[in-house]
């Protein structure tokens, strides 16, 4: 009986209960070029908590889309050391972030940063020549390990990705992750929200469909019961929509 209770009061520090109007902490957004994954993302300044955000901008993707004054942009593709400048910045976040929301967009460019980085720090084998296997392992941990620096901190994270199209076992196309390495099979599965956009004209005016559970050979992960596919998504309608479920429930 001692024990249990010296146990009970050690994870009672850890405990917490389900909270009926819980948030994301991580999303995902994917896409083609032009897919909206950029002005999606931007509308997170629009969130009644959001007092101001941070965008890590990787390749000017803010360039004409972001215009809210709430938004502190860094261009970190401007950098001399661009990958260092990333890590330091995400690093940082462990000693805590005034902002409320945090940005990297795109996510697989800054693997390509990773890559590099990690390629010309390879160690060397006795053949002389670079061990591969080392490289692609440390893109896979810096990926994940930047997944959940944005998942642990304060701030809402929005990791943004391009698309490719993958021909599966049975010959269909199927939409994936522009991620390398292993981390294109383990990154999806930290995020709470992974959500793929497609921009379409219907009947003579553009709008963009977010997806965020299909069966038509897309990767989604949808926790918080939104809707299969909507039209022209912001994150507050995606919020109400949140708030409106957990009142429903209760």
């Known amino acids: 009986m001692t024990d249990e209770f010296a146990i009970d009061a050690t994870l009672a520090k850890y405990v917490t209960k389900p909270e009926p109007l819980a948030k994301p902490e991580l999303m995902l957004f994917y896409s083609q070029p032009g897919g909206g994954k950029t002005h999606l993302a931007g509308t997170a300044i629009e969130l009644p908590e959001v ?6 901008d990787t390749e000017g993707s803010t360039v004409g889309v972001i215009a809210d004054q709430r938004w502190d942009i860094i261009r970190v593709d ?12 995400l690093e940082g976040l462990e000693k805590g972030t005034s902002y409320d929301v945090i940005v990297i967009d795109t996510f697989d460019v800054a693997q390509g940063w990773a890559e590099a980085h990690f390629d010309e720090n390879s160690p060397v084998g006795r053949s002389g020549e670079k061990d591969c296997y080392w490289k692609w392992a440390k893109v896979k941990e810096w990926s994940i390990w930047a997944a959940r620096m944005l998942k642990t901190s304060s701030a809402l994270g929005i990791i943004v990705v ?13 939409k994936r992750l522009s991620l390398l390495g292993k981390a294109k099979d383990i990154l999806p599965g930290i995020p709470d929200v992974v959500v793929y956009l497609e921009r379409k004209t219907v009947e003579g005016e553009e709008h963009t469909f977010t997806y965020f559970a299909t069966s ?5 992960k949808n ?28």
């Not at 007092?51 to 890590?56: A, E, F, S």
């Not at 391009?162 to 199927?174: F, I, P, Q, R, Y």
């Not at 038509?216 to 989604?220: L, P």
């Open 162 to 174: 391009h698309d490719e199209e993958v021909k599966s076992a049975t010959g269909s196309m199927t």
């Open 216 to 220: 038509d050979n897309k990767v989604t």
């Open 51 to 56: 007092r101001k955000g941070l965008y890590l």
């Open 78 to 89: 401007k950098h001399e050391n661009p990958f260092g400048f990333l890590h330091s910045i």
């Open 223 to 250: 926790r918080f019961g939104f809707p299969p596919k909507v039209t022209d998504a912001t994150l507050p309608k995606l919020w109400d929509f949140i708030d409106d479920k957990a009142k429903e429930n209760n």
